[in-house]
Structures are given as structure tokens and as C-alpha cells.
């Protein structure tokens, strides 16, 4: 019966993300990034002001239960920074080739403006609960923004579901697997330890999340980017030759790696686009609700954090996994996925450093997912059910992980988390698409200067909507 359903599934998978879904994602992006004037060109000293400029320590004082800007930016990556960029790209290249990586480059740069447009719209729209606690999100935003409840309710079900099973569940199931392989590890033990981890930092608030990711995921990630710099400098001489099988092979067919059949441009586009939306998250929803809980001064200032992440992401942390693989040539030995990575690692390193490399790097990429995600998850849930019964619910979050540690093989379970991941896309992409002239006001309300929309002291009140969007009619 199992095997019947997720046959079921997968049709239902192939269908919600087919051509027309990355291609509506694709137009959003492009849209956004149009109607802002190419603001991730035009405005890039504001951008990098407003980023790059509000990282040094003590930059922002909070109080309550909120995050400083940074905090909620580092959370927000906390949830995107994961397995995408590592055996996700490395299946892209296996797929689609070296051409893909030029589809996912493209994507990225317009996907800074619609993540940029999400935020924005989530910090505007957001509200403070009975508990003091501010809450945004795609399902505030059509709440409050267009008065369509159904839909509402509709990303906070999918949104649910997906926290559930990519984060609580399949992250700690790939982190246990892969200590098991590399070091016979149990399973059971690694997925234990990350839900007690979870729990003692999520379990703490916003402000502990805030801290915790602010910590992680800088180190993290330089770790994991000081080894893909060593294998890319160790074969610096073959890189030329491959930013030029980027590039060309984006608009011609290449021969497939492995001595598999030829990869055909539509596939490299495909998969390109895939990876740069699933691995930045541009688009689908999940940022807005981590920077709504931001204390800020003004939504658009908030809102370009998107445009950082994206590029953090994407550009930078995708692209040192790409280089990586293709300047060491590891695809030709047919691999794919994590496989591929550790390969890669394995011609520059001894293969007892590569795998430390690999693996630490899967551990704290998928612990940092499961922790980010709890925002989405208890916010959605806060949506659904309210306040009061969240102190119980909560911790259901921490026990999939586990039920499924000794499971050998739960792969095919990515197919409810893709469907769910649908199922909260393209209301938001709706809602964006609804209230983008609100986007448009908002941003010109900040680069102007005259702030009217600015927020409210949100120790004190709750943000007002101050004319625009209030409703369908309005935006």
C-alpha cells in the first residue's frame, strides 16, 4: 500500500513541479527584479550598507523576543545552507552538466529581488500574537494583505508538512546514515543528539536561535568553504577550462559524464534552475518568517537581506561546490550526489580528511536546517491552531527524526516534502505577484528617504498598516 502511495505521489510531484512551476517561479524573479529597477545592480551600495555594513558586532541593540537584523539573517541561512548546496549541486552536474551551473548563476541573480520582495511584504504584514510575540510570514501576508484565508491556511498546511519531513525528519535521517557509513556510528545516537541539540536551542525562543545561528553558521560554512578554496587553488590551472564548459554548455549539448548519453540544453536549464531555487529558497516563502521576528527600521531595509542571502548562498557557498568538482574532473568517474563531492575532496586530500570534511560539513549544514526550520514550523502551526496548544505541539517537531533513524532508505519520502514545498509556493507567488505595487511603495518609501512606512517601535506597538494594501482593492 506504501509503495502504491508514494507511486501516487511522485505523478503528483512530477506534475506540481513541472516546466510551468520553475518557469512561474522564474517569472516572479524576473518580474521583481524589473519592476525595482535592476535594484541588485542600481542599489548595490545600499544593499551591501545595509548587510555587509550592519555585521560587526553590537551593530543593533534588541530587547524581548526579538532577533537584531543579522540574527535573523543568519537563521534564515541556517535553513537554506544545507544539503542543496553540496549533494544537490553535485547531482545537478551529474544530470544536467557543466551548463547547468550557468541556469543556476541566472536564476540566483534575479531570485535576489523576489526574496527581497518576500521579506519586505512579511516584516510589512506582520502582526504580534497574544503571546507578545511578533509573527510574519506569506500567511499573514495574505491575510492581511488580500483577505483570502483559504490560501492562508493552505501555506501554513504545506509549510507544516514540509518542516516536518525536510527538516525534523530526512535531515537527521541523512545525518545519521552518513555517520554510520563513514564512522559506524549509530544512527539512533546521531539523530537523538540532534533533536536534544534542537530542542535546547529552539526551545529557548527566537532570541536563542538568533544567537545560536549567528555563531553556526559563520563557522560552518568558512570551514566548508576553506576546503572547497583548497581544492580549487590546487588545480587553479584547469579553471579556466571549466568557467568556459559553463558557459558553453549552457546554450549546447554536452557529452554526458560517466559516458552516459549526451545532456541535452533544456536539461541543463532544468536542472540549473532547480537547484538555484530549491538551495536559496527565492520565492518560496520561508525567509519572510524568520524576518518578520527582526526588530527593524523599516521593512525594505530588512527586506534586502534576501538579496544577501541568495548570493551567500547561491553565487557563493553552490558555486565553491561546483568549481570544486569540475576543476578536479571527478565526474568522469559517474558518481553523483554527496558521492561525487567526497570524490572531489578525496584528489586533494587524504580520503580520512575528505570524508571528515564531507560529513562534518553534512552534520552541521543539516543541524542548522532542522533548527531554522523550527521557526517556520512553530509559526505555521501558531497559524493553525493558535497559541495556547503550542507549549504540547511543539514537541512532535523533535520526534520523526528519530522514529526513522534505523530506516535504510527514506529517499522517496522527498516527495511529500516537494509537494509541500509547491503547496506554499505558488500561494506566495500569487500573494507577491497581488501586492507588488505595496512592494514598490515600500521601497521607494525607504530609498527616498521619507520613511512614512517605517516601523513602529515593536517593543511598544504592533506595525500599522498605514493605507496600503490593507486589501486586495488597495494593492
Known amino acids: 500500500m506504501l509503495n502504491s502511495l508514494l507511486e501516487k505521489l511522485a505523478v503528483v510531484d512530477t506534475f506540481v513541479w513541472g516546466p510551468w512551476t520553475m518557469w512561474f517561479l522564474a517569472g516572479v524573479a524576473v518580474y521583481f527584479t524589473v519592476r525595482s529597477g535592476f535594484f541588485q545592480i542600481a542599489g548595490l551600495?545600499?544593499?551591501?550598507?545595509?548587510?555587509?555594513?550592519?555585521?560587526?558586532?553590537?551593530?543593533?541593540?534588541?530587547?524581548?523576543?526579538l532577533m537584531t537584523p543579522v540574527q535573523a539573517a543568519a537563521t534564515s541561512l541556517?535553513?537554506?545552507?544545507?544539503?542543496?548546496?553540496?549533494?544537490g549541486?553535485?547531482?545537478?552536474?551529474?544530470?544536467?552538466?557543466?551548463?547547468?551551473?550557468?541556469?543556476?548563476?541566472?536564476?540566483?541573480?534575479?531570485?535576489?529581488?523576489?526574496?527581497?520582495?518576500?521579506i519586505t511584504l512579511g516584516v510589512y504584514y506582520r502582526e504580534r500574537g497574544p503571546d507578545g510575540q511578533?509573527?510574519?510570514?506569506?500567511?499573514?501576508?495574505?491575510?492581511?494583505?488580500?483577505?483570502?484565508t483559504p490560501l492562508a491556511l493552505l501555506f501554513s498546511t504545506g509549510m507544516l508538512i514540509n518542516a516536518v519531513f525536510a527538516a525534523s525528519m530526512l535531515q537527521a535521517h541523512t545525518v545519521g546514515r552518513a555517520l554510520l557509513a563513514s564512522y559506524s556510528l549509530d544512527p539512533y545516537l546521531a539523530t537523538s543528539s540532534m533533536a536534544v541539540i534542537t530542542a535546547i536551542v529552539v526551545l529557548g525562543g527566537v532570541r536563542r536561535i538568533g544567537r545560536f545561528s549567528e555563531r553556526l553558521v559563520p563557522i560552518m560554512t568558512m570551514a566548508y568553504l576553506a576546503g572547497g578554496l583548497v581544492v580549487i587553488a590546487v588545480n587553479f590551472e584547469a579553471l579556466p577550462a571549466v568557467l568556459s564548459s559553463i558557459f558553453s554548455h549552457a546554450f549546447s549539448a554536452t557529452a554526458g559524464a560517466g559516458g552516459a548519453a549526451g545532456i541535452a540544453v533544456s536539461t541543463a536549464i532544468k536542472q540549473g534552475m532547480a537547484r538555484g531555487m530549491l538551495s536559496n529558497e527565492a520565492g518560496m516563502g520561508t525567509a519572510p518568517?524568520?524576518?518578520?521576528?527582526?526588530?527593524?527600521?523599516?521593512p525594505f531595509q530588512q527586506g534586502v537581506w534576501g538579496a544577501f542571502e541568495v548570493f551567500f548562498d547561491t553565487i557563493l557557498i553552490c558555486s565553491i561546490t561546483a568549481l570544486a568538482i569540475l576543476s578536479t574532473g571527478a565526474m568522469a568517474g559517474g558518481e553523483s550526489g554527496i558521492e561525487l563531492l567526497l570524490v572531489a575532496f578525496a584528489e586533494v586530500f587524504p580520503f580520512s580528511v575528505a570524508s571528515i570534511i564531507v560529513s562534518g560539513s553534512i552534520a552541521t549544514f543539516c543541524l542548522s536546517t532542522q533548527i531554522g526550520f523550527y521557526v517556520y514550523f512553530e509559526t505555521c502551526l501558531v497559524n493553525l491552531v493558535?497559541?495556547?496548544?503550542?507549549?504540547?505541539?511543539?514537541?512532535?517537531?523533535?520526534?520523526?527524526?528519530?522514529?526513522?533513524?534505523?530506516?535504510?532508505?527514506?529517499?522517496?519520502?522527498?516527495?511529500?516534502?516537494n509537494i509541500a514545498v509547491a503547496a506554499v509556493a505558488?500561494?506566495?507567488?500569487?500573494?507577491?505577484?497581488c501586492l507588488s505595487g505595496v512592494f514598490r511603495t515600500l521601497m521607494r518609501d525607504e530609498i527616498s528617504g521619507e520613511r512614512a512606512y517605517a516601523t513602529a517601535n515593536v517593543d511598544d506597538t504592533d506595525p500599522v498598516l498605514r493605507g496600503i494594501g490593507a486589501t486586495r482593492r488597495d494593492a
Open 426 to 433: 505558488i500561494p506566495n507567488l500569487v500573494a507577491m505577484l
Open 45 to 65: 551600495s545600499y544593499i551591501a550598507r545595509n548587510t555587509l555594513g550592519r555585521l560587526k558586532p553590537g551593530s543593533t541593540t534588541v530587547k524581548g523576543q
Open 134 to 148: 511578533l509573527r510574519g510570514g506569506p500567511q499573514y501576508t495574505i491575510q492581511r494583505g488580500l483577505g483570502w
Open 78 to 87: 541556517a535553513g537554506t545552507v544545507g544539503m542543496g548546496n553540496m549533494a
Open 89 to 118: 549541486v553535485a547531482t545537478a552536474l551529474s544530470v544536467g552538466g557543466p551548463g547547468a551551473i550557468f541556469w543556476m548563476w541566472l536564476l540566483a541573480f534575479f531570485g535576489m529581488m523576489s526574496k527581497t520582495a518576500e
Open 289 to 298: 518568517m524568520v524576518h518578520a521576528t527582526a526588530q527593524t527600521c523599516h
Open 386 to 417: 493558535g497559541v495556547r496548544p503550542i507549549r504540547v505541539l511543539r514537541w512532535l517537531y523533535f520526534v520523526p527524526g528519530i522514529v526513522v533513524a534505523g530506516v535504510a532508505d527514506v529517499d522517496r519520502l522527498w516527495v511529500v516534502a
